[in-house]
């Protein structure tokens, strides 16, 4: 049996790694008791499997793991699998939230090789709203933007520009509502995560390449919004959503709590 | 009084996207205290003067964690030292040290408590008090300013941090800590000292006279150091004021049952060391193991009741998530009925066969590697055992009372088993070590190679060796240390003996961090300028290689007309004051000279938790015994007692002629070294 999550990942929390994330998840679906089926040999893991990892520092609404169930140690009750997320996110540190939960088939391939594209909401900040419109222009009007890509410890050239899907300077009364104090600006972005996924700093510094030097833009925060699959020749998400949240924009930062 | 105290987090949050593995400094981990900062509660730091990932784990820390926030008048948060980095953008964006609860700034805390667990650690305290604005040196600090206390093993030489470090605690915490709390609790106000206190020094003084009548509590300043006119070195102290006690004892909890912490551990949202759940067994040992300081001062055996390290550990892992739970200890597989124990554990339903229980520090013997694949059955990578000393008799001298054939039925039982990886420590520059005893740590490893070699090909020994360090309040306390070039010369020999040995790794600690080490272990108050200065000049993580510079040391030990054959290769006399003579783990002084002797005499000294006293003082001197729940020794191995000591099992060995090419000209004895060869090699 094999359970879909899909959670979001907001605030402090937003700083550990996609390994630590997978640990965070292990022990808290060992403390909620689920029968986990673990991997054969002398060293036996559970079987959970995640998607495309986040950057450490970016946020997400849209995380997804897959968590192989042990059928023979389901009880005779079986396993309210709606009531999942409810059970879970108490057992997780805060910050991370699970919205979703369901079965899925076995022939359904993994996360890592079905999610296409990711939607992104990104902050950035030090430019204007005209100097970063001209910015978002330059890099959609190009055929290519090499940027510096780290690979194994190496740096290689790499073009940013078929990665890009979409790209706009978010409205401003949604820039408003997410930084009043209007440090930061919003980017709205669909990236491809094939042949590889672009990071959100990539992003930036694929702006960056015809940029003034005294004004760079510079990626403040970042939160993937969505990741894309495409089934029968549609885009959709790997779980339906029960709701969307309509304020994703501003749940960064609404969701922050001073300490 | 109760006051606000201010967050970093907003200046904190813009440093992490630029540093390494920012989730170092969120805080957040299960475990972690809404800390109220009520009325009149004084409030503590407590810090762990390395990485969040080393310091987090520490058991001592989480157990007075616990017991602070469940006081009415106290409270705790927590602090590490930061990274480079990380320490590199507080320092430039003005941010100070901070608590990961709630990122309070260090400064504002009443208290700044260590916990000081290695030696070369010493100069990131200065760093960490530093980092929290407060003056480095104790007499610089006014009424205003946070106490800085500290504990743990190396609070037993207290002297080279005397100038920084305002009150150490000897001991087992538990207790003394409420007391402590209470002392700092009655003193604070405007006429005495705290924030809010008048910017002076009395306040501060009468405080600081208090503590030092709380028994276990060691006030530096209130003891007056007298030095040789000749010699330059420390002769004693003498305590200033009446109240003041001349020799201050460590304190001993009697029942460990009394204190089941901690109980509710904290679990990281980042991966620490040790990162498991960790349930403490037993406290103390007295297998008497000569080099061990953590064996000689924390006596005597304290024993958990069985009952209670179960429920501890079903606890535990029900609420931590964990699967795999240490079972902590110095030498946990003597444990009473520590089969049972842990055949208990693995078999409650509650954990469902996937729950991995370790026992760091394995005895040397079959039986205990049998305890072992039992326990491990989950998951199996590779098992470690601590011979310390080549050969039989290096083996007599420290009290490691291992006989060869226990370590070959161990090894042989071991890879029996499935283990395909064995590890085993060694020490080197022990006391009457000759190139032959050296030279047995390739020859045991070897065999132990050839023993693997006939359940799987791929077998791999690795024989890790380390350089003795000389503790205070051990019977090598006088031993004078080996010098870094006689050190790093066996290092050669030993690397060059194994490298034709396929399947045996040599790994070893860089001798000069051992001689920076002896520094720090057995220096007197005049080691303190030289800490400072090391710290002065950039010297941080210290216990870190990449960071590591002995040159420092050296250079800092000059400055202060000091030298490292005056303070680490040095013998001791026997009638030459040392440094810690002020300061007692119970031992008496006659005893542990008695046994060095005994040391160079080659005679063995049986375990006294199950054979008659022989009086070293650590029971006899508190009103404490022994809590053991078995009256005899574990079955099996030699470890227990009623053993011939004068036999050892040597296994005959085979002399070759040829010296082992490579071997510098060395000094003292030992230099006819000849290649030893086990009689099972062809």
């Known amino acids: 049996m094999r359970i879909r999550f899909r959670f979001a990942k907001l605030g402090k929390v937003r700083f550990t790694s996609q390994r630590d994330t997978a640990r965070m998840w292990e022990r808290a679906l060992r403390r909620g008791g689920l029968p986990l089926a673990y991997t054969e040999g002398f060293s036996p893991r559970p079987r959970i499997s995640f998607g495309l990892a986040l950057p450490t520092g970016c946020e997400s609404r849209a995380e997804y793991l897959d968590v192989a169930l042990d059928e023979d140690r389901i009880g005779p009750d079986g396993l309210d699998v709606a009531a999942l997320p409810d059970r879970l996110t108490p057992l997780l540190p805060e910050g991370i939230e699970v919205e979703e939960a369901a079965t899925v088939s076995r022939a359904e391939g993994s996360l890592q090789q079905v999610v296409t594209s990711c939607s992104w909401t990104l902050r950035v900040a030090g430019v204007d709203r005209t100097g970063l419109g001209a910015l978002v222009a330059a890099l959609l009007d190009a055929t290519e933007v090499p940027i510096a890509r780290e690979r194994k410890g190496r740096e290689e050239r790499d073009d940013l520009r078929p990665s890009v899907l979409t790209l706009a300077v978010a409205a401003a009364a949604d820039d408003e509502a997410a930084d009043p104090i209007g440090r930061t600006l919003g980017l709205v972005a669909e990236l491809a995560t094939q042949p590889r996924g672009v990071r959100p700093v990539e992003l930036v510094r694929g702006l960056a390449v015809g940029a003034d030097p005294g004004h760079l833009p510079v990626l403040d925060r970042a939160c993937r919004t969505e990741q894309w699959i495409e089934r029968d020749g549609l885009r959709e998400e790997p779980l339906r959503r029960t709701a969307v949240p309509a304020d994703a924009w501003r749940a960064p930062h609404a969701l922050e709590r001073a300490s | ?682």
């Open chain 2, 1 to 682: 009084m109760g006051r606000e105290m201010d967050t970093l987090w907003l200046q904190v949050e813009s440093l992490l996207p630029h540093v390494s593995k920012p989730a170092r400094y969120i805080g957040g981990e299960l475990g972690s205290q809404e800390v109220e900062h009520r009325p009149g509660a004084v409030s503590w730091l407590l810090l762990y003067p390395d990485t969040y990932e080393v310091g987090l784990p520490n058991q001592g820390l989480q157990i007075l964690y616990e017991l602070l926030n469940e006081r009415q008048d106290a409270c705790a948060e927590r602090s590490y030292a930061p990274w480079t980095d990380m320490e590199a953008a507080m320092r430039a964006a003005g941010v100070p040290l901070f608590s990961v609860e709630h990122h309070h700034p260090a400064g504002q805390f009443d208290v700044l408590a260590f916990n000081l667990s290695a030696e070369l650690v010493s100069t990131n305290l200065l760093n960490l008090v530093d980092l929290a604005g407060v003056p480095v040196r104790s007499a610089d600090r006014t009424s205003v300013h946070p106490v800085v206390v500290a504990g743990g093993h190396c609070a037993f030489n207290p002297e080279p941090l005397a100038d920084f470090v305002d009150c150490f605690v000897l001991g087992d915490g538990e207790e003394a800590v409420g007391e402590v709390n209470e002392v700092l609790a009655a003193h604070r106000g405007p006429a005495g000292w705290g924030r809010g206190a008048g910017d002076d020094r009395q306040g501060r003084q009468r405080l600081l006279r208090a503590l030092s009548t709380v028994p276990g509590v060691y006030v530096p300043s209130c003891y007056e150091a007298r030095y040789d006119a000749v010699t330059g070195r420390q002769l004693g102290l003498a305590p200033r004021f009446p109240e003041t006690p001349a020799l201050v004892e460590k304190r001993t909890i009697a029942d460990l049952a009394a204190w089941p912490y901690p109980r509710a551990q904290l679990v990281p949202l980042t991966e620490v060391v040790h990162d498991r759940l960790n349930v403490e067994i037993f406290r103390g040992c007295t297998r008497g193991c000569r080099f061990c300081q953590a064996g000689m001062i924390t006596r005597p055996v304290r024993e958990r009741p069985a009952e209670q390290v179960r429920t501890m550990v079903s606890d535990g892992l029900a609420r931590t998530g964990y699967d795999e739970v240490a079972l902590t200890s110095l030498s946990s597989a003597d444990f009473s009925g520590i089969e049972d124990t842990v055949t208990s554990i693995i078999d409650d339903p509650a954990c469902s066969g996937q729950v991995s229980v370790s026992l760091p520090s394995l005895r040397v013997d079959a039986f205990t590697v049998g305890t072992a694949a039992q326990i491990q059955r989950v998951r199996r990578t590779g098992l470690t055992f601590a011979p310390e000393g080549g050969t039989w008799r290096m083996r007599q001298v420290i009290n490691k009372l291992i006989r060869e054939e226990d370590l070959y039925a161990a090894v042989d039982a071991a890879f029996g088993q499935g283990w395909k990886r064995v590890k085993l420590y060694f020490l080197i520059g022990l006391p009457t070590e000759t190139d032959q005893d050296t030279l047995g740590i390739v020859r045991l490893a070897s065999r132990c190679v050839e023993i693997g070699r006939r359940y799987h090909k791929g077998v791999t020994v690795t024989a890790s060796v380390g350089g003795f360090v000389p503790k205070a309040q051990t019977p090598f306390q006088w031993f004078g240390q080996n010098t870094v070039e006689e050190l790093t010369r066996k290092v050669h020999l030993l690397r060059d003996a194994a490298r034709p040995v396929r399947g045996l790794t040599v790994r070893w600690h860089d001798p000069r961090a051992t001689a920076a080490e002896g520094i720090v272990s057995r220096g007197d108050r005049r080691i303190g300028a030289v800490i400072e200065h090391v710290w002065r000049r950039g010297g941080t993580f210290q216990e870190w290689s990449e960071h590591f510079d002995l040159d420092l040391w050296t250079s800092a030990l000059a400055a202060s007309g000091l030298s490292l054959e005056e303070v680490v290769y040095r013998h001791r006399t026997e009638d030459e004051a040392l440094p810690w003579d002020h300061v007692s783990a119970g031992l008496h002084r006659d005893f542990l000279w008695q046994d060095f002797q005994d040391a160079l005499a080659e005679h063995g000294l049986e375990d006294c938790r199950w054979t008659p006293c022989y009086d070293c003082g650590a029971c006899t001197g508190f009103g404490v015994e022994h809590v053991v729940a078995s009256a005899v020794p574990p079955a099996g191995g030699s470890q227990g007692t009623g053993q011939d000591l004068s036999t050892g099992g040597q296994v005959p060995v085979r002399f070759l002629p040829t010296a082992p090419t490579g071997a510098a000209p060395g000094r003292g004895p030992g230099q006819d070294t000849a290649v030893l060869v086990g009689e099972g090699r062809g």
